[in-house]
């Protein structure tokens, strides 16, 4: 799998880039700015693109901003957000609009490489990655109508799992039961949601965005 690393920080990209590598990954290229990125996705077409939120030369949104940029014109590479902290807002405007291949996880998780590495291979693949803290954040906050109110709260679980990046075989194992249950869960879940059956559309992801959209106050008990 190759892979373009992006981020301002050359130690940090170099500390990636060898622990990716020593995981059997090809760096195929690194980038110290979002031009220099984006020039680079564009020459080498690589699987995945992993960048730093914050970049030069304003440190605000330029990483963001380069991966809806790839998302859009470059489809077929995978896009891997890095963020110091939980930036809501930046996390729901990516993951907006997408069909499939994106992720959003704190930088602390480089340490943790086989996670990293599983993460890419997931969105690599088509799938979609959100930080667990992230996850978090969202089910604490209140809500005023929750689109969720049908689902059991097995399938909530389900759903939170989905939200993580687990794959079929990864619920199963965390919740103990059998890949054909989890399957079921998740054919309820599209079906509660009334997710679009259009065949361009990604209905996993659709059901995990509808998840983590935030809701201010709950109006029903609990």
């Known amino acids: 799998m190759r892979v373009i ?15 990716l590598t020593e995981h059997g990954f090809d760096v195929a ?4 700015t979002a031009e220099q990125l984006l020039e680079q996705v564009s020459a080498l077409n690589p699987d995945v693109a992993v960048i730093d939120i914050r970049m030069p030369p304003t ?11 790839i998302r859009i014109n470059h ?15 930046y996390a729901l405007k990516l993951l907006e609009g997408s ?3 994106v992720g959003y996880l704190l930088k602390e998780r480089i340490v943790q490489v086989r996670e990293l590495a599983d993460a890419l291979r997931t969105i690599a693949v088509g799938g979609t990655v959100v930080e667990p803290t992230l996850v978090q954040e969202l089910v604490a906050t209140p809500r005023t109508v929750d689109p969720l109110a049908e689902l059991s709260a097995r399938e909530r679980e389900v759903l939170a799992l989905m939200a993580q990046g687990r794959t079929d075989r990864g619920i199963s194992e965390q919740l103990f039961v ?35 959209q935030p809701r201010p106050t ?5």
């Open 178 to 212: 059998t890949r054909k249950t989890v399957e079921a869960h998740i054919r309820s879940i599209l079906r509660k949601l009334d997710l679009p059956n259009d065949a361009g559309e990604n209905r996993r992801v659709h059901a995990v965005l509808a998840y983590l």
């Open 75 to 89: 489809p077929h590479t995978a896009t891997l957000v890095l963020s110091q902290y939980v930036e809501l807002d």
């Open 59 to 69: 440190y605000t949104n330029e990483g963001l901003t380069a991966a809806q940029s």
């Open 5 to 19: 690393l992006a981020d301002d920080a050359v130690l940090v990209r170099e500390g990636l880039a060898r622990l």
């Open 218 to 222: 709950t109006l029903t008990p609990p």
């Open 99 to 101: 069909d499939s291949g």
């Open 29 to 32: 290229a690194q980038a110290g």
